[in-house]
């Protein structure tokens, strides 16, 4: 029987989400939630009960666990199963989808003798996990809605601590269409824009949504679409604004870092490097604002009364953008963070050339979708470089 590598004894309180964020998807807390209802059970992330009460987090991995991680890529896939669903001080067992033996310590850790293919099927949707992006709600509603394994609508809700964060923006950002939805004029009344935002981010379409509904004339299945996917474009759109100042110093600090003890061919192979970093986080928020102008545009023609069929069209077509958008916003959130801890641990205020291409090309593996001609170069300067400085410990920001 194969051993379970790591037990965690850190506090797996300190990681609790309320749900589905970017990096940390918390089925405990969902379980707690709505662990009583018969959806929770009927269509679950896992058939394991233990497995569908537990952590998964996309996971930056760490110096001492490379010789294990079967996975050249920066960011992971762990799984935290804590060890006392009622005492989650104590920690719990770690185990990597990209790691060595996974399956088998899986295996060890939900021993199912009389029905081993429910854990075959576990182990499908966890690697099918690890392949996605991100973990938000929104990702993952797209990819499981309508999945020859369907999970239930209530663990694609937004966070009740995401929904307290996002409501005085939203509520900034949809004030001209109360008018619309209630039939007057009180466009400055902040406190009717911020129940009518509270009202779309629970996805609660009684009431007098249902006269938004009539202004767009879409049908009841339409509408509840075109919610879905309005409640994504905000989502996306409040997390851009929080990830822009961030991203702004990440490019330039990473341009002004001095590289030392490199050859003449070294530092202009580096230099490519550093510029490929730059342009492809560049490309992946440019990708993200042509998303939000044309929202930006349509959502202003609806307000003005001018193209209501335009927004129409616009909240149906936004779930297919979701995949490529949730992509992108999370490298970019996540490329800063990476930067700010290996900058705390490099007191000298510069990198040597063997570090420089250690972490220049984890943050290409990162930012680049299809990056062949990066991945030659970090490879052929790796070779160079006898003696590489180890890569620092990088702890994700969301992640324990």
């Known amino acids: 029987m194969a051993r379970v590598r790591e037990t965690m004894r850190s506090d797996l309180r300190n990681i609790i989400k309320g749900g589905a964020t970017s990096r940390i998807l918390d089925l405990y807390s969902i379980a707690q939630r709505y662990g009583e209802y018969d959806r929770h059970s009927a269509n679950p992330f896992f ?14 991995v760490r110096v001492h666990e490379r010789p294990y991680v079967m996975s050249s890529q920066p960011v992971v896939t762990k799984v935290l199963v804590p060890l006392a669903d009622s005492d989650l001080s104590l920690g719990g067992h770690a185990v990597f ?49 309508d999945h020859v ?13 995401e929904k307290e964060r996002m409501e005085d923006s939203v509520a900034r950002q949809i004030v001209d269409v109360v008018s619309l939805a209630f039939g007057d004029h009180s466009q400055q009344d902040k406190e009717r824009a911020l129940r009518f935002t509270r ?10 949504l249902s006269d938004l509904r009539r202004s767009l004339d879409m049908t009841e299945m339409e509408f509840r679409s075109g919610i879905f996917g309005w409640r994504g474009i905000l989502y996306y759109r409040y997390h851009m604004n929080e990830a822009l100042s961030a991203l702004k110093g990440f490019i330039q600090q990473i341009k002004a870092v001095s590289i030392v003890g490199a050859s003449e061919h070294e530092y202009s192979e580096l230099q490519h490097m550093r510029r490929a970093i730059i342009d492809e986080t560049r490309h992946r928020w440019a990708c993200l604002t042509t998303v939000m102008e044309e929202y930006e545009t349509v959502f202003g023609r609806f307000c003005r009364g001018e193209d209501a069929h335009g927004f129409r069209n616009f909240l149906l077509k936004a779930p297919s953008l979701f995949y490529d958008v949730g992509s992108d916003l999370s490298v970019v959130g996540h490329v800063p963070g990476y930067w700010r801890y290996w900058a705390k641990q490099n007191s000298k205020g510069f990198l040597h050339a063997r570090e420089a ?10 930012v680049t979708r299809t990056s062949p001609g990066a991945s030659h170069t970090a490879t052929e300067a790796r070779r160079r470089l006898r003696s590489p400085i180890p890569q620092p410990v990088v702890v994700t920001t969301d992640a324990a």
Request: hydrophobic letters at 45%.
């Open 97 to 145: 989808v990209e790691e060595i033996g996974f399956a088998q310590k899986m295996r060890t850790l939900f021993e199912r003798p009389d029905e081993p293919h429910l854990m075959d099927l576990d182990l499908i949707r966890l690697r099918e996990l690890a392949a996605l992006p991100s973990f938000d709600p929104f990702i993952l509603a797209e990819r499981y809605r």
């Open 357 to 366: 291409v250690t972490l220049f090309s984890d943050f290409i593996a990162s």
């Open 149 to 161: 394994r369907p999970i239930d609508e209530l663990y694609f809700n937004i966070s009740d601590h």
């Open 47 to 60: 058939l394991h009960p233990r497995l569908n009460r537990c952590f998964i987090i996309k996971h930056t």
């Open 199 to 208: 009202q779309l981010l629970a996805c609660d379409l009684d009431g007098r």
